[in-house]
């Protein structure tokens, strides 16, 4: 079977685990245990290969042309810790379902627990950098969701922010370390790195390399300075800290390090980086554990202690004490994660975990205190468990080391004083709250836990014991497996045994036993009479505010860099659009110069450039005269628009000139509409234009002037270059064999392009609603409220200028009967034209779009002249249905092709045969071309109409006491 | 016939931006309204400036570039025309909104420089 199911088995898991039933934690703990399980046996099963030295390699290839895939490779550290991580994972789901309230939603815990053990088998077998960074970010991310289970609680909040900040920052800085090592070796490939690290060291990115990847590591592993995450996440679920935050996750700081191990240690940078940061953290975390007063974060704090230890070990440059370290990892998740399980158990079963009032409880839970004891005295270091040994081989370590003699004399005195401090706490968590007489205020009555809650602390219980008491017969083959690859290659020579006569580390064990039995009971009774209640010299210095200082001062800095370099105001951010574009356009023309080509010229002549002379001065004006004088403004642009149009149709393109000349009436219908809301000139305002005004006018200008010269330069240049190979020819060659249609660019439209036209009406069809939509809504200026004045100057009980409401019944009377006389007998006429252009516009200039605009025009007309009342109680004009409608046929029209076979909107043309009219041709595009005049029609009715319909609205509101006017429009 | 159309994309497109840079909505419409004209002319003239050549396939000419006008840049801004005009449409109705809204026709819905 493919090794990669290994990977993906836990993400399975989860799926199925998320999608069942919330509460049946029965159920989720049966499949998390299962998956674990399963997992945990497989990688057994792979023990065989592993011991001969074998590393085992699958490779699925993921995005090949980049060089990446998923490669999944197995040696012997990477064997162990995923046997840790699916081993104690399946315990901890045993543990989880007696300790997770029934209240709480399980699916989301277990779904997210088989998440996270997938993604951190993903660190840990991974033989690609990359993919170990992606990974190593989900894990991140899922210990964020983890701790912040309980989320309705602050401190899981905060403690989940906290982590995800600390550990995403060393995870990106984790990210470019590796890129650079990348770029170092040449490739992403693990085996690749691991071979070349002389080369690594050599170069001269090393260091950086180095201090990017530690600081991943170090975060992660909760070392100093990054430590003060680990406590709070102490907010998590306990079995999420047993399993994430002590066995798992935060040793993957240390497993990285143990990784890079051949390629990055060996120099002084390493030596000084790593093993500082672990010597410190080491007593830092072990001093302070020994204060603290609640369960778990005496736990956390010890966790970090002994983190520091095996980055310390990491940090020597030595084989033996990379091997020592390797072991201690080991020892440590079984300890540690037993005693995270214990220290649950005791807030389980009496409600608190605070150290001071919990005292005796051996007499209501021998069994979990009797577990505890023993990991707690594993984790001192007690002689015959498993603690011991790998505590020794440190020592040793320490004594042996040749390095500056400062450095010599003050590690092991330094490691001897960690150790005494981790008696004391251990004492406190293992003697002080089992012995003693019992407490009686307890939050809840404590007994014993259940006996399958215990199953696990007893299993792990009994491996510290077992490696403690024969090291080389149970631990010894796996030990020599995952030490082998992290030395690169040749296993230094050790002994694991558990007498080796009276020796250095032996001395320094047996002192730092006695002096730490001495320092608790000095400390017990100095906190008997209340002293010692926070860390003396540290209370004062609090990492997590510094976090929270560090991130106030991020955010207002971000914050002020938005108020310098950022701006709201639309008036810059045009101009730097269209500056960046000349820029860009004036740097490309660099490259390719504007040379001028050598088409044959078309002679000008003076009509087209009389015609030009007007289109310039409407154009100018205006721009000139849109600041204060919007209806000639409007005037000047609807004469601009109708040179292009002659342009068009001056230059064989019929149909954009009919399109252009029709558009360029609905435009301007609709800002004559659009007028009346607009405010007026404030005549009364004297305006002081100031130095800067002028000086902002001026650089428009040019802005302006430059862009234009720029337009008619290229322009220029291309209309007399020879013209490049298109794909023209093919339509024209096609339109009339293939599409049936001698008008090439109506065939385009609805046949070979015909898809992106439905796009088209589409957006015009969402653009009238989104029109309608924000009308609704419109609320008018207050200014603009009152009637024009000319209908203010009309006479008393007469509503409207167009027509006299006590004759509106029978007949549109007014002074706009004349014309609302001509457009009614025009609508048939306006209707027969767009019924021509539409039949005839396979062929002949016209079709769909002019069409509906000609319709859409007709009905306006009847809108100006005899008001939008009498239009609407005379004509039902519902423009939604027309849109509805267009869009349904043309998907119809489309989808009738897959019907038979063809791709969405292919064409088709019956032959027919009809009386009278003799052969007709009808393609199935004319059904298409429907479609496009309907949503045309339907849209432009529903704009403009919409537009016309505020008039009315207000004028009610105005003169009703009701404000709310209910429109007659339909949709 | 170049030179003059050239010129004339220029202008359009110069006093288009000029509106655009402008404060007040209603300029800044009008100013995108000219700007579009340019850029349908730009696009248009693409293919290629022909008198009476329009891309009606007819019998008796070969269907060939010889004898039409470019179909394919007509095609696009027959396209980009409707489009604009759309455009134009929720634009101005964006400004009636802003101006109700904000009472004030300036682009940033607060009364600014004049």
Excluded at chain 1, 80 to 104: E, H, K, N, Q, W
Excluded at chain 1, 414 to 431: H, P
Aim: aromatic share 10%; glycine share 8%; proline share 6%.
């Amino acid at each position: 079977m493919p090794l990669v199911l290994l990977l993906c088995l836990p993400f399975l898991g989860s799926l199925i685990t998320a999608l069942l039933p919330t509460r049946a934690r029965t159920v989720h703990a049966g499949v998390a245990g299962a998956v674990a399980t399963v997992v945990a046996g497989w990688l057994i099963s792979l023990f065989p290969r592993i011991r001969d030295g074998e590393v085992i390699r699958e490779t699925v290839q993921w995005v090949p042309s980049l060089g990446l895939d998923l490669v999944l490779r197995i040696d012997g550290f990477a064997w162990m810790f995923a046997v840790v991580v699916t081993v104690i994972g399946a315990l901890v789901c045993l543990y989880s379902r007696y300790y997770m309230s029934p209240d709480d939603p399980a699916a989301r815990f277990y779904a997210l627990f088989l998440a996270f053990m997938g993604a951190m088998l993903g660190v840990v077998l991974s033989g690609n950098l990359l993919q170990l960074v992606v990974f190593w970010e989900l894990t991140s991310l899922v210990s964020f969701l983890l701790i912040g289970y309980w989320h309705h609680r602050t401190d899981a909040q905060r403690g989940a922010r906290m982590a995800l900040i600390v550990t995403g920052i060393g995870g990106l800085c984790l990210f470019v370390g590796v890129l650079l090592l990348g770029q170092i070796v040449g490739s992403f490939d693990f085996d690749v790195v691991l071979a070349s690290g002389a080369q690594v060291k050599a170069h001269p990115w090393y260091p950086l390399t180095l201090c990017l990847i530690v600081l991943g590591a170090l975060t992660k592993s909760a070392q100093f300075p990054f430590h003060f995450w680990l406590p709070r996440a102490m907010a998590a679920p306990t079995p999420v800290s047993a399993y994430l935050h002590s066995a798992t996750m935060v040793k993957a700081g240390v497993f990285l390090l143990a990784r890079f191990w051949p390629v990055l240690s060996g120099t002084e940078w390493w030596f000084w980086l790593v093993g500082g940061a672990g010597i410190t953290t080491l007593v830092l975390g072990a001093y302070v554990a020994m204060f603290e007063n609640d369960l778990k974060r005496v736990l956390a704090y010890s966790t970090i202690s002994h983190l520091g230890l095996i980055t310390l070990l990491f940090g020597l440059n030595s084989p033996l004490a990379a091997v020592a370290g390797v072991f201690h990892i080991m020892n440590h998740a079984t300890f540690k994660a037993s005693l995270f399980m214990a220290a649950g158990i005791v807030d389980h079963e009496t409600g608190t975990r605070d150290i001071r009032r919990l005292k005796g409880l051996i007499h209501a839970m021998p069994g979990t205190g009797a577990l505890a004891m023993v990991a707690s005295a594993a984790m001192a270091g007690v002689p015959l468990l498993n603690g011991f040994l790998s505590k020794e081989m440190f020592l040793a370590e320490t004594v042996f080391l040749s390095s500056h003699p400062i450095v010599e004399w003050a590690l092991p005195a330094l490691a001897t004083l960690a150790s005494a401090f981790a008696v004391v706490y251990s004492l406190r968590f293992g003697y002080g709250i089992f012995f003693g007489v019992p407490s009686t205020d307890l939050p809840r009555t404590p007994e014993e836990a259940p006996r399958w809650m215990r199953t696990p602390i007893q299993l792990l219980v009994l491996v510290c014991l077992a490696v403690g008491v024969a090291p080389a017969l149970t631990v010894g083959p796996v030990l020599a497996a995952a030490a082998q690859p992290v030395v690169g290659g040749v296993l230094p020579v050790y002994s694991l045994a558990v007498w080796h006569g009276v020796t250095w580390p032996l001395l320094m064990s047996v002192t730092a036993l006695v002096g730490g039995i001495l320092g608790y009971r000095w400390l017990r009774v100095r906190q008997g009479r209340g002293r010692y209640q926070t860390t003396p010299l540290l209370s004062r210095w609090n990492g997590r505010h510094a976090f929270e200082s560090m991130l106030l001062a991020a955010t207002r800095a971000a914050r002020r860099a938005i108020e310098v370099l950022g701006t709201r105001r639309l008036q810059p951010q045009l101009f730097i659009v269209i500056a960046t574009a000349i820029a860009l356009a004036w740097i490309a023309a660099r490259g390719f110069p504007l040379a001028w080509g050598d088409r044959p010229r078309l002679p000008a002549t003076q009509a087209f450039m009389l015609l030009w002379a007007v289109g310039i001065v409407c154009a100018v004006g205006a721009a000139v005269f849109a600041k204060y004088h919007r209806l000639v403004a409007v005037s000047l642009m609807g004469g601009a628009g109708l040179v292009t149009c002659l342009t068009f149709a001056w230059f064989s393109a019929p149909d954009l000139a009919l399109t252009q000349v029709v558009v360029e009436v609905v435009t301007t219908t609709l800002f004559l509409l659009g007028l009346r809301w607009l405010p007026m000139r404030q005549h009364d305002l004297t305006l002081h234009l100031t130095w800067r005004d002028w000086s902002r006018r001026t650089r428009d200008l040019v802005l302006a002037i430059t862009a234009g010269s720029g337009l008619a330069v290229l322009s220029f240049a291309f209309l007399t270059r020879p013209a490049p190979n298109s794909i023209s020819p093919f339509f024209l060659s096609n339109a009339l064999p293939g599409g049936g249609g001698s008008n090439v660019v109506n065939v385009m439209l609805v046949d070979f392009r015909a898809f992106d036209t439905l796009g088209e009406i589409t957006v015009l069809g969402a653009v009238a609603l989104s029109v309608y939509a924000l009308l609704r809504r419109f609320r008018p200026p207050p200014e603009s409220v009152a009637q024009p004045r000319q209908q203010q100057a009309l006479a008393d009980g007469q509503a409207t200028d167009l027509v006299k409401p006590e004759r509106a019944g029978s007949i549109a009377a007014g002074y706009m009967l004349v014309p609302a006389v001509i457009s009614r007998l025009l609508m048939p006429v306006a209707l027969v034209v767009a019924a021509h252009l539409f039949l005839r516009g396979h062929n002949e200039p016209g079709g769909g779009f002019t069409a509906g605009l000609i319709v859409a025009i007709a009905l306006l007309m009847q809108y100006l002249t005899s008001g939008t009342r009498w239009v609407e109680t005379h004509a039902n004009v519902r423009p939604a249905r027309w849109i509805a409608f267009g869009l349904l046929i043309g998907a119809i029209a489309g989808l009738g092709a897959l019907a038979f076979g063809y791709p969405f909107l292919t064409s088709h043309t019956a032959h027919l045969s009809l009386p009278l009219l003799g052969d007709l041709h009808v393609p199935s595009a004319t059904l298409f071309d429907m479609a496009v005049l309907a949503v045309v029609v339907g849209s432009t009715l529903l704009i403009l109409t919409a537009l016309a319909h505020q008039s009315l609205r207000t004028q009610q509101a105005s003169t009703s006491p009701s404000p709310v006017m209910r429109s007659r429009e339909d949709a | 016939m170049e030179v003059v159309l050239a010129l004339v994309i220029g202008v359009l497109g110069g006093a288009g931006v000029w509106l655009i840079l402008r404060p007040r909505t209603f300029q800044v419409v009008m100013g995108l309204v000219l700007l579009s004209y340019a850029v349908n002319l730009f696009i248009f003239s693409m293919g290629s400036l022909v008198i009476d050549r329009p891309p009606i396939v007819t019998p008796g000419h070969a269907a060939s570039l010889e004898h039409y006008s470019d179909p394919m840049p007509q095609a696009l801004v027959l396209t980009a025309i409707v489009i604009g005009f759309a455009t134009t449409a929720l634009f101005l109705v964006v400004l009636l909104a802003s101006r109700g809204f904000s009472g004030t026709d300036h682009v940033d819905g607060v009364r600014g420089d004049p």
